[in-house]
């Protein structure tokens, strides 16, 4: 059999080439060597891909970790999910299964003398004497061992120890003197079929000491239908032994160690009768763990979680903002610009659904705003002692949370939530309560002793209640369904006082009559030297847990006098507080450009150099010699003093340390602030762009304040003689090119008053909805508009000729961010909008007005606003008078709108055709 998985794993791998053939090959010699080490028979593993990950993920490993411990954690993850569907209540004993260990055949030697051997066994023949030798040996299918140059001898059926003496025998004959010792090296393996209500029924392959829970183990355990108290082993057809796993369990009892043999069936029954042990049992609270109500802790620490996740992925997201909106920008463009077809038509790709930009300013806003929120939590209060609390102190201790201080969590989710502990025993046919009683542990130290509570359903359908003592629970047998409740007695705590805050040994203290508070303080060294000695408080708990608050000042206390060392009593709470408690955080600010501006903790001796320091270097756009330091002044405007920046900032030699002029070095207050001023207009360079038909087109720097389109079209080569000048489109940003300014007014001041730094892109769908879905008839929005629309920019009307031609009057002073387009010469003009042929270009020749334009496009639809036609001059300028008689340039557009559209002004409609006019002319630029 061997052989043939070997010449069907490398006719396998005659595909495979070099390194892996080399792999595979590995692979193929570990399957035929390597002993089995899972219960289970594995799969011929006869792909390409299968042997490479066999080859990858075997070499090396240990049989016992490796592979098999990712096989136990698949396994439990598997049984957990059947559990979970089952929806079952939680079982006495289950827990013996939760967790599987694989099965090694390997013993090293330590195994009894009273094993049993069997076919498959190997063993370890040791012979010293006369002659010395060492053999490893495997028991044959007759049971024999055959010890070359000795013969064979029969030890199957035999016990270790009479194996040995009979080996001994046999060595005896051909070699005197010789003493021997034989051990087991590695187990046989038997096969084993597992069967009844487990999860997982089938056949398994096991070692020969394998015990029955090993063995249950492999398929899963019993399920929720199962029995824990009757495991049978079937031999033969008959029963040879019986297992109940409840004296194991509990006591440790029962014979797990049954000698099974290969063929064996290991047999689970259904379940016999299902009680439900509910309340103070000992094993039923601890089966629960610790179970809490959802109190002021447990929210804090959830919302901390939650937010430290959160302020994790908004990073995440910040990192990724550059190549997120690349990617972005590129798809949009990719999928929006439209493209002239080979009829010479404008064909508008269909629109898409494409993500917005990042803005990273937003992310950021919104990554301060979680720190903050999870500083406020990491920062501890003190001394609020409100029941109502508002949504935003919701997750500080209460009240309520305190009433249930040293009460183990079973009880408190008990008391709070009204879901008592539970837990589900099989009873056999015969047991009480009593047994019951025992497998659960007994009763927990919480419980009330006397009497148990045992609700049966009647076979009229009503439940039926009635009280066991616990020294009669011997007399009442369990039925099917009954639920056996134990509960808990309603405590107190008694002759003690609890001391809480800011105290060296917070927690619970014993009450010796007389006691008083400043004794307990002083006798427990409890004082530390920043509490806060004017003023403590004692919360006193009268029987009916009415409450009195008394006050008294620390330090009187603690030096004796009568009126403040009040006597305790029992179940008095004392809260003391810190100093810095009674304080404001103080704080100072820094602003501007520098590298790290914010608050800063305020402390004493700081000087306006050392803020400075801590807020790192000006940034390059800083005015490094005049800063301004505003001190607060209760109920009258700052106080304004100018600093000289120049001798406060330290540098990669020097800094101010011992600089103590007030005059130049002030000392800093609490809640003063810093400011940094910048450079008016600062930019390492300003630049502008040309793109189209220069020479040499690109970005271009300004070399001085002023120079003109005339002077950066000479520096780039003049135009081409395929440039068209009269068509040039100039843009100019309408905000600082600064990207941080103007993103941090995005997110200050939202929207603009400004209808072309606003909605352009929905100002130009309005106007241009013309076109139709084929099928459906809907309008559609014409994507061309898309992408091209940003809303910082605005195109300024330039006569590119005249200024060519060296008029100095026309020419423009060009500004950092300053873009110009300058087009190939073109011999058509677009249409777009209500006509029968919208979205075109057209040859146009000289003379030709726009009515004629508007014929060649098929006429206006019965949908158009003839009266509102537009045309779009290829220099920028829009004409709306006798728009039909004007007459049509190349690089022209005729925009028809329609009637349904008046919901917008001729204002924001001026603003919103500059983009387009881009589009249509930048179409031909190269």
Known sequence: MRSTVSLLILASVATLSGQDLAEALKAANQTRTQDRTSAEPQPLALSRASLLDQAKGSAGQDPAKGSAYEDQERFQAEIAAARAKEKAPKRFAEDLFTARQSASTWTEGGISDDYVLGAGDQVQLSAFGSATFELPLTVDGRGQLVVPKVGSVKVGGLSLSRARA??????????????????????????????????????????????????????????????????????????????????????????????????????????????????????????????????????????????????????????????????????????????????????????????????????????????????????????????????????????????????????????????????????????????????????????????????????????????????????????????????????????????????????????????????????????????YLARGEIIRFAPDQTTSYLAFDVAKALAGDPGHNVPLQDRDRVELYRTVDMRLARTV?????????????????????????????????ANRFVAELAHTRDGIPSEVRKLDLSKLLSDEGSSPIRLEDEAVNPLIKPWDQLSIYGKPDYRAHRTVTLIGQVNRPGIYTLDKDRVGIREIIARAGGLTPEAMPKATIFLRPLRTPNPNEFKAEDVQNGDTKAPNLNGINSVLERLSETKRHPNSGALLRPPLLHGLGTSTLDRLVVNIPAIMSGDPALDVDLQDGDKLIIPKTSDSAYIIGETASPFMSYHVKEGMKVKEVVIMAGGFTRNADKSNLRLLKADGRILDSSVMGQPVEPGDAILVPQRIQRDMTWVETVNALTPLALLLNAIKVR
């Open 589 to 621: 600010e820094i602003i501007g450009p520098v590298a790290r501006p914010g608050t800063y903790a305020f402390h004493e001796g700081m000087r306006a150099s050392d803020l400075l320091f801590q807020a790192g270097i000006p940034q390059r756009e």
């Open 166 to 531: 009979a080996v001994q025998s046999k060595v005896a004959q051909q070699f005197s003197r010789t003493s021997v010792d034989l051990s087991v090296t590695k187990l046989r393996e038997i096969r084993i079929a597992v069967l009844g209500e487990v999860y997982r029924p089938g056949t398994y392959l096991v070692p020969s000491l394998s015990s029955l829970v090993n063995v249950l183990g492999l398929a899963g355990g019993p399920t929720a239908a199962g029995s824990f108290r009757e495991i049978r082993v079937m031999r033969g057809g008959a029963i040879v032994h019986k297992l109940d796993l409840y004296p194991l369990r509990a006591e440790g009892l029962g014979n797990v160690n049954f000698a099974l043999q290969s063929g064996d069936t290991v047999f689970v029954p259904l379940a016999f009768n299902q009680v439900t042990l509910e309340g103070a049992f000992t094993r039923v609270v601890a089966a629960t763990g610790d179970l809490r109500p959802v109190d002021a802790a447990s929210r804090k620490a959830k919302e901390e979680k939650d937010l430290k996740e959160r302020i994790a992925l908004e990073e995440a997201r910040l990192k990724s903002v550059p190549a997120l909106n690349a990617n972005a920008a590129a798809a949009r463009a990719k999928a929006l610009v439209p493209t002239i077809g080979a009829d010479g038509t404008l064909e508008t790709p269909v629109q898409g659904t494409e993500a917005a930009p990042l803005d990273p300013d937003a992310l950021e806003a919104n990554i301060k705003k979680l720190k903050e929120r999870l500083k406020e939590l990491q920062t501890p209060i003190r001394g609020d002692q409100r029941l109502e609390i508002p949504a935003d102190k919701a997750n500080e201790p209460t009240e309520r949370d305190r009433e249930f201080d040293g009460f183990p969590g079973w009880l408190i989710h008990w008391k709070t939530m009204g879901a008592a502990p539970r837990l589900q025993f099989e009873m056999l046919p015969g047991e009480t309560a009593a047994d019951a009683l025992r497998y659960a542990g007994g009763l927990a130290l919480e419980a009330s002793q006397s009497s148990l509570t045992l609700r049966r359903l009647t076979p009229g359908g009503v439940i039926d209640s009635v009280q066991v003592p616990v020294d009669g629970a011997a007399g009442t047998p369990l039925r099917r369904g009954d639920i056996l409740s134990a509960f808990a007695t309603q405590g107190h705590l008694d002759r003690t006082v609890s001391v809480n805050g800011w105290i060296r040994v917070p927690g619970l203290f014993s009450r010796a009559e007389g006691l008083r508070v400043g004794d307990l303080l002083k006798r427990e060294n409890q004082i530390l030297p920043d509490t």
